[in-house]
């Protein structure tokens, strides 16, 4: 099973959008709406902010929204904040015998 | 509240076996739906799924690393111990466990995780 393939970085200005790709195959991202999301800062633990595709667990900003087409799902970040600078991961679920499988990661920098 | 932390040791040699113990609480692993999984990050390095143990004791392994994994519960300690045997400094890494949101596949609440360094 071979990593989700993500851009190694975006940027934005603060209050422009970003949008992240994660890019897999028919045997994980294209198969299942079973695609996470997680924010991970330095030296810090990931945090979900998005899971099933589209939802947002509570607490997390409505300034992030999660989508897939095809094999390929994105993270969009609005309203770009000087916090959420961090490296972004997506994860998804390749059936059974391989329940998760992580992305390659993305740095997200605030100009 | 969910809360998960990881011990285990912070140097190892190689080829020795690693054991890794998540110690959890604000759930139980009696709980339908419920599993705890593994998850290491090398330095400066992407995420890589590890393991997953369910409720009912079924457990799941990357088949990268399969032959050298194993993942066990005690529900009484509400623990999860990892082993990973044969270490080799490619293993060096930050391991986090952490919490299965019940029937969704998504890890909702991560340990902080712990640092191991394989060196002679």
């Known amino acids: 099973q071979s990593a989700l393939t993500q851009p190694r970085s975006v940027s934005g200005s603060p209050g422009q959008s970003v949008t992240i790709s994660c890019t897999g195959t028919s045997s994980d991202v294209g198969s299942y709406k079973y695609v996470s999301w997680y924010q991970q800062h330095p030296g810090k633990a990931p945090k979900l902010m998005i899971y099933d595709v589209s939802q947002r667990p509570s607490g997390v900003p409505d300034r992030f929204s999660g989508s897939k087409s095809g094999n390929t799902a994105s993270l969009t970040i609005s309203g770009l904040q000087a916090e959420d600078e961090a490296d972004y991961y997506c994860c998804s679920y390749a059936g059974s015998y391989t329940p998760l499988v992580f992305g390659t990661g993305t740095k997200v920098t605030v100009l | 509240q969910i809360t998960l932390k990881e011990s285990g040791p912070t140097l190892v040699k190689p080829t020795q076996t690693l054991t890794l113990t998540c110690t959890f609480s604000?759930?139980?692993?009696?709980?339908?739906?419920?599993?705890v999984g593994w998850i290491r990050q090398p330095p400066g390095k992407a995420l890589e799924w590890l393991a997953l143990?369910?409720?009912?004791?079924?457990?799941r392994y990357s088949p990268s690393l399969k032959s050298r994994l194993t993942i066990t519960m005690d529900t009484s300690k509400n623990q999860v111990v990892l082993t990973l045997t044969n270490m080799d400094p490619v293993d060096t890494a930050t391991y986090y466990c952490a919490h299965r949101k019940p029937y969704y596949y998504t890890m909702d609440v991560w340990g902080q995780g712990t640092t191991v360094t394989v060196s002679s």
């Open positions: 143990i369910y409720w009912n004791d079924d457990s």
């Open positions: 604000g759930f139980s692993l009696n709980t339908s739906g419920v599993g």
